[in-house]
């Protein structure tokens, strides 16, 4: 098992823009996302929550998110694309400050194009929570935490403690 430390607010590099992954590092890439894996089902052991990781949290610093619902989803070099502006209110919470909850505002349906583990283009619809979900994680991607998009200076709350 290869859990790794997840970097917690205010590392340095949870701001940075990630690099795009070329197919030469697939490879090795393969084993970052055993990592990932290891690391999500072991914080959602521990915490009971977490349905996805973005590589920059465990301090990979290339464009890769792992989603595992009822199955591993691998996102290797994700785009998204808003199929509506139509938004909606969510307190988004992160393993990167897993106590805090802070109220954003999300798109309620995009569509991410990506390579998967077999560098094959695949897209995705989604909606709802896995659309918010999943554009958390790219905001990992390009150096952006929920913190830095609240709603308002009001817009944070202690687990258990939100209205």
């Known amino acids: 098992m290869a859990v790794k ?3 917690l607010l205010g590392n340095p590099l949870l701001y940075k823009k990630c ?7 697939l490879s090795q890439i393969k084993s970052h ?3 990932l894996h290891d690391t999500l089902i072991d914080f959602h052991n521990r915490y009971n929550c977490g349905r996805a990781i973005a590589a920059p949290q465990i301090g990979l610093m290339k464009r890769l998110i792992y989603m595992y619902i009822d199955k591993p989803v691998v996102f290797i070099n994700p785009t998204l ?8 209110d969510v ?3 992160c ?4 106590n805090l909850l802070v109220k954003v505002k999300r798109f309620k349906s995009c569509k991410i194009h990506f390579k998967d583990i077999n560098w094959d283009n695949q897209s995705m619809l989604l909606e709802g929570d896995l659309s918010e979900l999943l554009q958390h994680e790219f905001d990992h991607l390009d150096g952006i935490l929920a913190v830095q998009k609240a709603i308002d200076k009001y817009s944070f709350a ?3 403690r939100a209205n």
């Open 5 to 7: 430390e997840i970097l």
């Open 33 to 35: 996302i055993t990592d």
């Open 95 to 98: 393993m990167s400050f897993p």
């Open 19 to 25: 690099e795009e992954v070329y197919f030469t590092e």
């Open 158 to 160: 202690i687990k258990g």
């Open 81 to 88: 694309e808003f199929t509506s502006n139509e938004t909606f």
């Open 91 to 93: 307190w988004d919470d």
